[in-house]
């Protein structure tokens, strides 16, 4: 992770030594380098080139209002999945005609909201939403641009909870009723049908399950011309995945050049293309730092008792995710075999297990790769007060989400009368 290295023993974000940061800031604390943002972007951006393809930030990964502005002034779009996720949008500016909206489960005031604000696109998932919406669009006179989502029943050989193309997966109409719904969606009065859309899963790192989903996709593409319907844009969704380990992911290059050969092979190069990548953006351009408070050695187990927590990084309990982990400040010596694990109380709540290390209490440790899926996905859990967020830009940092307050903790609670 080039962003984050050691100088003289001392791990550094940018230039930035980050033993600095958690003493000025506090732990556990979430820690960015705008650098990584813009070189993953730019990742995209030149595998892009010139062909005609929108790449829609995912940014339920990270969506922190600094890093949207950042990739914002960078050009990006966005893709949304809810009122709040539009309402960051708006906040920092973002160009709504390269706003797509997805999700399983849109509500009438939510599509309203992105109507009123004109985005690009609804990637709508059922007969029912496609009816919702289109009332919803009529009442305000409008039209709303929608993409079917289609589950085109591919296996993208990651973990399942992440899996979403899938017949078993609640994601996205049945690529065998998708013609009909198309035939539905042209009888609607409120919609104007532009695009088709899926999306597979995430964190892949093969590219083949992107072609077995194109293939059908295609298909359904000529169907659709065989019955009148044009499509302007195809959108292939998020997906790619990062290295936490010693994985090698496809490269947004590899994955542009093989999906526009096909396009192009099949007399489909027309078709505009979106991109809705999340992690690919963020994940290797953070880490969580958090200082160990007790070391506690087990009958079977050596324990590093950290402030992060399950709350903080929920990756480990939910999926037995891996994150790389290192020491602010490596001390020379012999290493034990620990579990690094957080306050709550739960069995699942660690962060890493089993690594080789040379701690004392007081140590600050960096997770590794938790840019994406980190911060957003934290809770309150044992009423634990979110973390701070930074970013860091050169040798100069900026706090871009302050830590959460009992205070804001208790707020909006009351007692009975
Ligand atoms: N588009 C749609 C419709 C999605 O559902 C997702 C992610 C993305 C794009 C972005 O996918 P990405 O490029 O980040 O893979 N919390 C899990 C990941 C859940 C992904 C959900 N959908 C994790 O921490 O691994």
Redesign the pocket.
Do not use: C, F, W
């Given at each position: 992770h080039p962003y984050f290295q050691y100088r003289n023993n001392v791990l550094y974000a940018e230039d930035v030594p980050l033993d600095h940061l958690a003493e000025r800031l506090g732990t556990p604390l979430y820690v960015y380098s705008r650098a990584a943002l813009k070189a993953a972007w730019e990742t995209y951006r030149s595998a892009v080139g010139q062909r005609p393809v929108q790449v829609c930030y995912?940014m339920?990964?990270n969506s922190n209002l600094a890093v949207l502005k950042e990739f914002a002034r960078l050009g990006a779009g966005f893709?949304i999945?809810s009122g709040g996720e539009l309402k960051r949008a708006l906040a920092v500016g973002a160009d709504p005609a390269r706003i797509v909206f997805?999700?399983v489960g849109k509500q009438a005031w939510e599509m309203r909201a992105a109507l009123a604000a004109g985005v690009m696109c609804f990637?709508v998932e059922s007969e029912a939403e496609l009816q919702r919406l289109s009332d919803v669009a009529q009442e305000t006179g409008q039209r709303a641009r929608v993409a079917l989502r289609v589950n085109p029943d591919v296996d993208a050989q990651t973990?399942p909870?992440?899996s979403?193309g899938l017949k078993e997966n609640k994601f996205g109409i049945p690529i065998g009723a998708a013609l009909d719904a198309y035939r539905s969606a042209r009888l609607l009065p409120g919609l104007e049908i532009t695009g088709l859309d899926c999306?597979i899963?995430?964190?892949?790192t093969d590219i083949s399950p992107y072609f077995d989903a194109l293939g059908k996709l295609l298909d359904l593409v000529a169907d659709l011309d065989g019955i009148g319907i044009r499509l302007s844009h195809l959108d292939l969704?998020?997906?790619?995945g990062i290295r936490y380990r010693d994985e090698v992911p496809p490269s947004p290059k590899a994955l542009l050049d093989h999906v526009f050969q096909r396009l192009q092979a099949r007399g489909h190069g027309h078709l505009r293309l979106v991109l809705?990548?999340?992690?690919?953006l963020v994940g290797n351009a953070g880490v969580l730092l958090t200082a160990v408070q007790y070391l506690k050695h087990g009958e079977a187990r050596n324990f590093a008792i950290v402030d992060a927590a399950m709350n903080d990084l929920m990756?480990p309990a939910?999926?037995d995710?891996w994150h790389g982990l290192r020491p602010l400040r490596p001390r020379a010596g012999d290493t034990l075999e620990y579990d690094i694990v957080g306050p709550v109380c739960e069995s699942a709540d660690w962060l890493a297990r089993q690594r080789a290390l040379a701690l004392e209490q007081g140590d600050v440790l960096a997770l590794e790769s938790a840019g994406?899926?980190g911060m957003t996905?934290a809770g309150n859990y044992n009423t634990r007060p979110r973390a701070a967020e930074v970013m860091v830009d050169g040798d100069r940092y900026h706090v871009v989400r302050q830590r959460e307050t009992l205070d804001d903790l208790l707020r909006g609670e009351s007692t009975l009368p």
């Open positions: 995912g339920k990964a893709d999945v997805s999700g990637n973990h909870y992440i979403t999306h899963g995430s964190q892949l969704g998020g997906g790619l809705e990548p999340g992690r690919s990756r939910l999926y995710a994406a899926y996905m």
